[in-house]
């Protein structure tokens, strides 16, 4: 059993900063997750790619509309994983979720099908 926990949601205006967590928790999690990601859901949206990172290695995958403004970080030894949103715009509202899959995967994991483990998301709400 898996659990993600996010954590770090808030209001903030635009141009400002977040940072999001997401703590994993399972006995098991270090050695059998092989990526970790970031989704967001805006009202009336569907849930769409955010940011992923492998557990082991150094690639990272951003979607275009955050690439250059947000990063995503691990810290294996805490089972933790983190996305700082710097430059934040209206479009950014939505809940976001981490997400985590337990399968080694050749391509970059960039859909929600990909992952098999899921946290009950942050809202995240900017302001003008």
């Known amino acids: 059993q898996v659990q993600l926990v996010e954590s770090g949601g808030g209001l903030v205006q635009a141009g400002g900063s977040l940072t999001l967590s997401c703590a994993a928790s399972?006995?098991?999690?270090?050695?059998?997750?092989?990526?970790m990601g970031w989704f967001r859901q805006a009202p009336g949206k569907e849930r769409e790619f955010v940011a992923a990172?492998?557990?082991?290695?150094?690639?990272?995958y951003y979607a275009a509309s955050v690439k250059g403004r947000f990063t995503i970080s691990r810290d294996n030894a805490k089972n933790m994983v983190y996305l700082q949103m710097n430059s934040l715009k209206l479009e950014d509202t939505a809940v976001y979720f981490c997400?985590?899959?337990?399968?080694?995967?050749?391509?970059?994991?960039?859909?929600?099908?990909?992952?098999?483990?899921w946290g009950q998301g942050t809202q995240v709400t900017v302001s003008s």
């Open positions: 399972g006995r098991t999690f270090s050695s059998s997750t092989n990526a």
């Open positions: 997400a985590a899959r337990s399968r080694k995967i050749g391509t970059p994991p960039l859909s929600p099908g990909q992952y098999d483990y």
């Open positions: 990172i492998r557990w082991s290695g150094f690639s990272t």
